[in-house]
């Protein structure tokens, strides 16, 4: 079995990637000397440091996708919890207190499964004032028998 | 130009991610890295890229050191995944120059 979900960025997303890519490097170039004298010990610079100049050329497409290789994700995906993705979705993201208030659920137990479902990169938080807004990461999910 | 990012959960604490940049039908760049969540959070164990054009495995310690590098042939997603199915978390102790 295998469960997928993919999303492609849009070009504020895109944006968005590269000014949290400044913020933690500087800039490109910056980049491109730490990776070179640390390319073995931090692979992670390696890959941002590729996902930048990729994202940097035109018409380039950013895409992620989550791929479960077994049934397991299946318990994280209760019924309440795809209820709220499904909110997410339709509403493009709203607060955590909007969310209870629109579902009719407990504070706690809407928050706890927010947590759930970022975890698994379904949806991801951003922070508008001192609210915490959830935005859905994708818009389907499927499920393939053929592998 | 195509940049795909992709997480494939092997189990709740192991993952492998992806990262494959392709222009037209060519294969740029790829990274595949093995990482269970340990205490840290996500703990490199094995990857396989082939930044500056040479492909070659890493793998690296608890404290995410890089412990060793080997040149091996270029590798795709369902190849590494199949290697880290069979192997989950012996695969540091495996030769993988030889898989």
Known sequence: MRIESKITYSREEKEELVAQLKKRYGSLTSLQQKVAMRKCTSPEMVDDYMIWKGIEKKDAALTEAHIWKNAEMMDQLTTRRLELLEHIHRTGGESVMALTIALKRNYKNVYDDLLALEKTGLICFRTSGRKKISIARTSEILIRFDD | ?99
């Not at chain 2, 604490?13 to 039908?25: P, Q």
């Not at chain 2, 990274?31 to 495995?57: A, C, I, M």
């Open chain 2, 1 to 99: 130009m195509e940049i795909q990012r992709t997480r494939v959960w092997m189990h709740r604490d192991e993952v492998i991610d992806a990262i494959e940049i392709t222009e037209g039908k060519r294969r740029r760049y790829y990274s595949y890295t093995y990482r269970t969540l340990g205490k840290n959070g996500w703990e490199n164990q094995v990857r396989w890229d082939n930044f500056e054009g040479q492909p070659h495995v890493d793998k690296y310690d608890s404290n995410g050191a890089l412990i060793e590098q080997k040149s091996v042939q270029e590798k795709s997603l369902e190849e590494v995944s199949k290697i880290v199915a069979i192997f989950r978390r012996n695969l540091v102790a495996m030769e993988l120059e030889d898989l």
